[in-house]
Each structure stands twice: as C-alpha cells, then as structure tokens.
T-cell receptor, first 110, second 115 residues
Framework: GENVEQHPSTLSVQEGDSAVIKCTYS??????FPWYKQELGKRPQLIID?????GEKKDQRIAVTLNKTAKHFSLHITETQPEDSAVYFC?????????FGPGTRLSVLP | GAVVSQHPSWVICKSGTSVKIECRSL??????MFWYRQFPKQSLMLMAT?????????EQGVEKDKFLINHASLTLSTLTVTSAHPEDSSFYIC???????????FGSGTRLTVV
C-alpha cells in the first residue's frame, strides 16, 4: 500500500521567513497530492493541491512542488505570518482513499 | 464549495453506551464518505470507507461490529460507536468529495470522551 512520510515533524520560523515541508510517497500510481492545514481543535482545511501532470503550483504565499520521479512533494510558505501557525498534513491518493503524512507542527514566531 | 456538516461536535458518554455521529454533505451528493480517527498530536487514520447503498469497507484493525457505519442516502453517513470504552475517546472526522479524486472536504469533527 501507500506510505507517506513527512519532515520535519516540528518547524519554527521567524515571522517573514519561509517555511518548507517535505513529503515522500511510495506508490507510483498516486497522482493527486493535497495539503491540509489543521488549527488546534479544528477540522483540516485544504490549502493547496497538485496533480501529477504538473511540477509546481502557486497560490499567493503558498506553493507546492512535485517530483514524480523521486516521489516527493513539498509545501513552501513564504513571508510567514503568525496565523500560519498550525499542523500541516500532506496526503497522497491511494485508489479512492488518501493516506496522510504524520504532520508538521509549524510555529511562526513574532 | 463543497460543505460537509458533522454532528455532534463533541459528546461525553458513559462506558458501555453507544454514540452516533452524523456526517452530511450539504450541497452535493456523496457516493462515498470516509471516516477518520485522530488521536491527540497524531495524524488522521482512515477507519472505513462508507459507500451509499452498500456495506462499508473497514481498514485493517478496525472492528466493524464496534464501529457501525450506515450510508443510507447520498447525503448522509453515520458512524455509531457501540459499547464505548475510554480507549475509544478520540477525535472522529468524516470527509467527502463532490468529485472522486479531488480534494476532500472534512466535516468539523466530533470529539468523543468516554468516561
């Protein structure tokens, strides 16, 4: 089955700096990779996603890159703000299901 | 966008009782819904896939007789935790998608505490 790894598990950055979270997956058949942001006690919210037919996607301060050959994808957040502090989960589709990474707790320090 | 409603948002129950959690797709029909469990500071773990009009598909290690799933309509799936025990205390969350293969929308989650 699919296995998704995610690093780092925790990340602290100064406000205004960039943050990068990396994920790897094992199933070469996976072709859809969403990223979710989960604030404490709340539901995960989809923030960006990428399909296997593109290598990069950007939405304002958030971007995602995908390397299908190496089976890894990354989330990039630029000009971080305190409200970016949350747990971020990457995921890869596996059939009609999704397998989630273990999460990265991002802390943006003012 | 797709909206998924989940109720209740939190529930406290006594050991041995059963709790029902509802997941509704408000503005779309969902042939398939997913149920996850999330323990504190951990990732989302898929429990089962709920298919409208047929039996749910459970992940390995999830007891189907303990976690009853019913998907009687295209907009409603229910998860019933039967004979709940303290170790069942967790955050249960459902998800659904307007289109298969796209980013799924999560319900607001249900925090279950069994005392």
């Amino acid at each position: 089955g699919e296995n998704v790894e995610q690093h780092p598990s925790t990340l602290s950055v100064q406000e205004g700096d960039s943050a990068v979270i990396k994920c790897t997956y094992s199933d070469s058949a996976s072709n859809y990779f969403p990223w979710y942001k989960q604030e404490l006690g709340k539901r995960p919210q989809l923030i960006i996603d990428i399909r296997s037919n593109v290598g990069e996607k950007k939405d304002q301060r958030i971007a995602v890159t995908l390397n299908k050959t190496a089976k890894h994808f990354s989330l990039h957040i630029t000009e971080t703000q305190p409200e970016d502090s949350a747990v971020y989960f990457c995921a890869a589709n596996y059939g009609q299901n999704f397998v989630f990474g273990p999460g990265t707790r991002l802390s943006v320090l003012p | 966008g797709a909206v998924v409603s989940q109720h209740p948002s939190w529930v406290i129950c006594k050991s041995g009782t059963s709790v029902k959690i509802e997941c509704r797709s408000l503005d779309f029909q969902a042939t398939t819904m997913f149920w996850y469990r999330q323990f504190p500071k951990q990732s989302l773990m898929l429990m089962a896939t709920s298919n409208e009009g047929s039996k749910a598909t459970y992940e390995q290690g999830v007891e189907k007789d303990k976690f009853l799933i019913n998907h009687a309509s295209l907009t409603l799936s229910t998860l019933t935790v039967t004979s709940a025990h303290p170790e069942d205390s967790s955050f249960y969350i459902c998800s659904a998608s307007r289109e298969t293969g796209n980013g799924y929308t999560f319900g607001s989650g249900t925090r279950l505490t069994v005392v």
